[in-house]
């Protein structure tokens, strides 16, 4: 040590003796070590908290590492060199060292002299009380487990999952009407789980083997997003949403946090998939939205390419596909060159949207610029993970590939090439049902366009009789009446073309909604 230094942990020493015998609080033992040593020696904040509880760098290195070791992560690297860097400002810590930093001198990363909240969105301050006389003192152990009390009942948070769970029930109900439509108090619950779990993730100790039981549900439901009714998925998605919720508003380690903020964006992502199956776009949207502020909390570019491609599909099923289109290309972005379900599903949806610009038109470039993505989309699809290839909510897999691409050859009126991947689509698809019609509603439309209405009446009608009254939402509706609109100009047999009107407009019973 310098003669230099030595004067500064000299002078500090002094100070930390007379502060602790007026019954100071280390933090203001370090404002005032803070205001004395910086005009002679350059005393930074984070070094003034070190000298304010009288110990080494070793110490606070140990200190450091052992935080590590009970949040059960590998030993850090940091040493005292690195420490020594931090207090003479020549390097800022990383978002985690910042936070055991903050854990370990128990303040904030302004008193550290450092910019920004800390990444686990939490306070770090010791709890005070204050005295007679104005001073402050630490509360003990005993006293800060009196203060903390169980967070309050939120009676809205309750009204919505029993609303949920009443219509669940009523969709279990083997006698029930199954109708999928989504009345007031249903569509109410959804909103506010969703405005919920908003609020905490702009303001946010659950056990790993809870963690990990939740992973696994939230994975199930990816599964089951093929084979269960829309709004029954739903119901279980957003009862999960709320159980994680509640999670998130209390105080978590940083390695449970993130795979929590994780959970928040699959399951958001996921019911905003799902709000689109149900024709509703605007809870979709504000789906998305609460998604992609989880994802962009982990920083996982992976993750936050999913939702976007996945955000994608809303303006490009609802009519924009200039919107789709960019979203698309954001989604490209973030995925870059890592091999990702977003990099293969964002060329898609590109293709896609561009099919929908060139409309009757059909112009070359834009046909070519389509194909060229559908080539990018197959060349992901190539290098993506094998679980990933088979996971049709969180991957990507082969028979969405060959579905959408035969979608895309539809739109450009490309009929030939379009049947041959359409029928090759509807073989590998053995369950989602809706992913199903929409193949066949394609398949309609390419003899629509190739001039053989009957056949492609056939077809359509055929397509809605295998959909089930729960299916029945305004995602199908819209392509199934775009082909009704575009084959009655056509001189089609009107009574096929009735058979069509029919099974389109058959009466649909209603599920009872989950209101008191």
């Not at 052992?66 to 940091?78: Q, T, V």
């Not at 969709?171 to 789980?193: K, M, Q, S, Y």
């Not at 992609?292 to 992976?302: F, I, L």
């Not at 509603?441 to 009789?465: F, N, W």
């Amino acid at each position: 040590m310098s003669g230099r230094q030595h004067r500064e942990t000299e002078i500090a020493r002094r100070i930390r003796a007379k502060g602790l015998a007026a019954g100071r609080t280390s933090a203001q033992i370090a404002d005032e070590i803070h205001e004395q040593c910086t005009p002679q020696f350059g005393t930074s904040r984070i070094k003034s908290h070190r000298l304010s509880y009288g110990i080494a760098l070793a110490d606070v290195i140990e200190q450091i590492r052992a935080l590590f070791e009970r949040d059960k992560k590998s030993m850090p690297g940091i040493g005292e060199t690195l420490l020594s860097a931090y207090e003479s400002g020549l390097k800022r810590p990383g978002p985690e060292y910042m936070h055991y930093l903050c854990t370990v001198y128990r303040v904030e990363p302004q008193e550290l002299g450092f910019d920004g909240p800390c990444i686990c969105g939490q306070g770090h301050r010791m709890p005070v009380l204050l005295l007679g006389d104005g001073k402050e003192r630490p509360l003990a152990l005993e006293e800060r487990e009196l203060l903390s009390e169980p967070p309050p009942p939120q009676p809205e948070a309750e009204e919505d999952e029993n609303i949920l769970r009443r219509t669940m029930l009523n969709l279990l109900n083997p006698g029930a009407n199954v109708a999928a439509e989504l009345d007031g108090p249903v569509l109410g619950a959804c909103e506010g789980i969703r405005r919920r779990m908003d609020e905490t993730l702009v303001s946010a100790t659950v056990s790993a083997a809870m963690l990990d039981q939740w992973e696994e549900t939230t994975q199930s439901f990816g599964r089951q997003y093929t084979t269960t009714p829309p709004l029954r998925l739903l119901c279980d998605v957003l009862l999960e949403m709320s159980a994680v919720r509640a999670a998130m508003s209390r105080r978590q380690p940083i390695d449970l946090a993130d795979r929590l903020l994780r959970m928040a964006a699959q399951l958001a992502g996921l019911s905003g998939m799902i709000m689109i199956n149900l024709g509703d776009h605007r809870l979709a949207r504000s789906f998305f939205r609460t998604g992609r502020t989880a994802a962009d909390e982990t920083g996982d570019r992976a993750l936050r390419a999913w939702i976007s491609a996945r955000e994608s599909l809303v303006p490009l099923y609802f009519g924009d596909a200039r919107e789709a289109l960019n979203l698309a290309k954001k989604s490209r972005d973030l995925a870059g060159a890592m091999p990702c379900p977003a990099q293969a599903m964002a060329p898609v949806v590109e293709a896609r949207a561009l099919a929908m610009l060139a409309g009757a038109e059909n112009k070359k470039e834009i046909v070519d610029q389509a194909k060229r993505a559908l080539a990018r989309a197959r060349n992901a699809f190539s290098h993506m993970r094998p679980e990933h290839q088979e996971d049709m909510a969180f991957g990507y897999t082969e028979k969405q590939l060959y579905f959408y691409q035969g979608d895309v050859l539809t739109k450009l009126g490309q009929t030939l090439e379009a049947e041959v991947v359409l029928d090759q689509a509807l073989e590998k698809y053995e369950d989602h049902i809706l992913d199903q019609t929409l193949i066949r509603l394609d398949q309609a439309q390419c003899r629509m366009i190739d001039g053989e209405l009957d056949s492609a009446l056939d077809l359509g009608t055929r397509a809605l009789r295998m959909l089930g009254d729960e299916y029945m939402t305004d995602f199908i509706m819209r392509p199934a009446l775009a082909l009704e609109q575009a084959i009655a100009g056509k001189g089609a047999n009107q009574e096929k073309l009735e058979e069509y009107r029919a099974e389109l407009r058959r009466p649909r019973a209603h599920v009872k909604g989950g209101g008191a």
